[in-house]
Structure formats: structure tokens, C-alpha cells
């Protein structure tokens, strides 16, 4: 399903959403988390795949690919760690940023507790951080996440809850626990009264548009990307990815377009209603993982609601087909290891430039420039390996060696 958003508008960056999220903000995150030994010390590659872009008609298509940003395989890397840090400063001012990652205050830290709920990887980036802050660490994992996505949790030191019911309900739950033993919650989507701490996290996501925007440069491209596919969600990775491009580009911005599972369109449904709303499905599980979110979040919704023009929902069985095409790669194109949710964007492109109406709707052309981001690699490499039919191992072997 593809709908025009009725609420979008071609104008500068609001003064009232600048004073949220804004780019002097996303660069001082830069600059902390460069020293935290978890992250690559390199933008994450862009890669052009002339070939695919061929094949689907269009001008230019790139894939950011944020599968290689840490060893936690995906985009999560930038939110939760950022959130975490600044919460820390909130308590202590007098601590120094960059030692806060580095464990240098862990023994005053020992007894802080933070918890969130997850899909994965989230709560991976959140176990991550705390382990290496020196605080401790709860995750909230509904039915429907997997073992191997527990286990990769688990393995950063985190303490697991496991209960019944879907992502909501462990939202839900992580709420009851942090009230009850006075634990901080530390969560990518907002609720009442709650706005700073999602806030950081989806403004840890700018990061990967600035580095768009200097690989761009370096590479003497003067023609910027005309539409941006960027995956839902609750709403704040596509609103961090977008809030640093509108300001950078004011009404020249690209042309948004927001894809969701079919069955997990909470964002869709709120660019219908006009607010923040719920998923039209009960159940919103899907093989996309990370986007199988059956609520809205407020303050991400305040970013997207005049900057998204279309909002689409793509079905499951379209993602196994992206992946294995991705990995292949070809004579001109790179090969990439991207997961379920990592293919979404593709997915949609795909499915749009498959209908000329639907692509003349978004205003796909044959000179158009397109941007796509591979969010996660293989985070539950068992999976990958039923969805795609070889080893992660084996897909970076063979981009390892294209002659790039």
C-alpha cells in the first residue's frame, strides 16, 4: 500500500523541531562516540550499485550500509549508546563524555540499572553500552523474538526478561519494572512526559546522514539524492535520518518515502489519522523484525509528519528475494550482507518501479537518485542462512574480494 502524506510540506526545518534535534547536536554525538572502542573509527561505506540501478531504471542507486558500524551489526549502534551517555551526564555534569564509554566511572555507576524492550537489536546496543559504562543492564523480549537474538543479548551481559505477548506489551512491561525497582528506561519510542531519552537516540541516527553528506562531497557528486527510502518503524530512525537532511537542505530536501511491514503500518495509520497511532493489525509480527512495531512514537511523529511525502507497507515474502540480491552483487556491484529489516527499503523500490503508476506517484524517473539503508547484516545468522541459502561468512568473503 502507497499513500501521499496529507500533512507534508516543502519548507524550511522548523525553528520549534531544531531546538529538538539539530546538526551542532549530532556532531558533538560524533565526536563522543568516536572514542568508544565498539564503533568502527570509519564512516560506514557507501556503496553505488550501477547494475541494480539499471535494472530498475533510476540514475543513481546507493546503499549506506550500516551493517559494519560495530561488531553489533547494525544502525542501533548509534542510538541506545548516545541515549545512555547522555543520561549519564544528566546525573553526573562534572563526568568527562568520552571517559563515560571508556568504563573510567564505572565504580560509581555499579548500582545504576537501566532496561528497555527490544526486537533485538536495540537492546543488543543498550547491553553493549552498560557493559561498558559499568552499569547494569535489564531487556524485555516478547514471545516472538528469537533465541539467537536473546543469546547475542545475553552475551553483553544483560539480564533477561522474557514474557508473553508482542513488542507493545514488553514496551508495556519495561515501563511496570523501571517504576517498580526504580530503574531508568531507556527506549527508542516516547511516552507521556518521557521525551528526552528517545530523543537522544533517534538523534544519534543523524550521524549516518552527515556522513552521507561528506562521502558525497569527497566524492565530487555537486547532485544530491533526489528521493530517500528509509524504514519505519516506531518512528525514530527514519526522524533522525531525516531531521539532519532537512536542515542541511531546508525545502530542497530529498523526497522522503517511509516503508513499514504490511501488518505492523502504525506510521502509515498516523499519517491517516493525523496523530500518532497504532498499527491496523493486532498481530504485527514480521521477518523484518526490527520494524514489527504496533505503536507510533510521539516525538518521532512531530519530525515526520510535514517531512514524509508517501508512506508504504511491502509484504514479508518480497525480503528473502532483496536479501539473496544484495549478497549476490554483480560485475559492477558490490556485494552486501543485509538482514531482513536492512532490505526494506530495496523492497519498496523494487515494488514501485514493478508499477509505473506507483513509481510516477513517488516521481521515480530514469534520472533519479536514490538512496537506500542497509540498517543491520546478518544479526540472527541462522536466519539469514533459511532466508538467503549460504553463510554470512560467505557473502563477506566474496565482497571481499570484488574488485572494487
Avoid at 568508544?36 to 549506506?64: C, E, F, M, N, R
Avoid at 508504504?312 to 518480497?318: F, L, R
Avoid at 513509481?359 to 545468522?381: C, F, M, W, Y
Wanted: charged share 20%; hydrophobic share 40%; aromatic share 6%.
Amino acid at each position: 500500500m502507497l499513500i501521499a502524506n496529507p500533512q507534508v510540506q516543502r519548507l524550511p526545518y522548523p525553528v520549534e523541531l531544531r531546538r529538538v534535534m539539530n546538526i551542532e547536536t549530532t556532531r558533538e554525538n560524533r565526536g563522543w562516540l568516536a572514542k568508544w572502542a565498539a564503533l568502527s573509527s570509519k564512516p560506514t561505506p557507501l556503496y553505488h550499485l550501477p547494475d541494480l540501478a539499471q535494472q530498475l531504471g533510476i540514475g543513481l542507486l546507493s546503499v549506506k550500509d550500516e551493517s559494519v558500524r560495530s561488531p553489533l551489526g547494525s544502525f542501533k549502534a548509534l542510538g541506545a549508546p548516545i541515549a545512555l551517555l547522555r543520561q549519564v551526564m544528566r546525573l553526573h555534569p562534572d563526568f568527562e563524555p568520552r571517559d563515560v564509554l571508556a568504563g573510567r566511572y564505572a565504580a560509581q555507576l555499579g548500582e545504576y540499572t537501566v532496561i528497555s524492550a527490544t526486537d533485538g537489536n536495540h537492546g543488543r546496543a543498550l547491553a553493549a553500552a552498560a557493559r561498558d559504562v559499568g552499569c547494569r543492564c535489564v531487556i524485555v523480549l516478547h514471545a516472538e523474538v528469537s533465541q539467537e537474538r536473546e543469546d547475542a543479548i545475553a552475551a553483553y551481559g544483560a539480564r533477561i526478561v522474557r514474557i508473553a505477548g508482542d513488542y507493545d506489551d514488553s514496551v508495556e512491561e519495561a515501563a511496570r519494572l523501571a517504576a517498580q525497582n526504580g530503574w531508568q528506561v531507556v527506549a527508542d519510542t516516547s511516552s507521556a512526559g518521557d521525551e528526552e531519552i528517545p530523543r537522544d537516540v533517534m538523534q544519534g541516527y543523524g550521524i549516518i546522514s552527515e556522513e552521507v553528506a561528506e562521502q558525497l562531497a569527497r566524492e565530487g557528486r555537486s547532485e544530491r539524492y533526489t528521493h530517500v527510502f528509509l524504514q519505519g518503524g516506531v518512528g525514530g530512525f527514519p526522524a533522525g535520518v531525516i531531521a539532519y537532511f532537512w536542515e542541511l537542505y531546508g525545502a530542497q530536501r530529498p523526497h522522503f518515502v517511509v516503508v513499514e511491514p504490511v501488518q505492523a503500518d502504525c506510521l502509515l495509520q498516523s499519517a491517516l489519522q493525523g496523530r500518532p497511532a497504532q498499527a491496523s493489525s493486532q498481530s504485527v509480527e514480521s521477518v523484518m523484525a526490527g520494524l514489527a512495531c504496533g505503536a507510533a512514537s510521539p516525538i518521532a511523529w512531530k519530525f515526520l509528519e510535514q517531512s514524509v511525502d508517501h508512506f508504504m507497507t511491502v509484504e514479508d515474502h518480497y525480503v528473502a528475494p532483496a536479501m539473496r540480491r544484495l549478497a549476490q552483487g554483480s560485475e559492477r556491484d558490490t556485494p552486501i550482507l543485509a538482514g531482513e529489516s536492512g532490505v526494506a527499503g530495496l523492497v519498496a523500490l523494487q515494488t514501485l518501479q514493478a508499477d509505473p503508476d506507483l513509481a510516477h506517484q513517488v516521481g521515480l524517473q530514469k534520472d533519479s537518485r536514490v538512496l537506500l539503508i542497509n540498517t543491520e547484516g546478518a544479526t540472527a545468522p541462522k536466519l539469514y542462512r533459511e532466508l538467503v541459502g549460504e553463510d554470512p561468512e560467505t557473502v563477506l568473503q566474496r565482497q571481499s574480494k570484488w574488485p572494487a
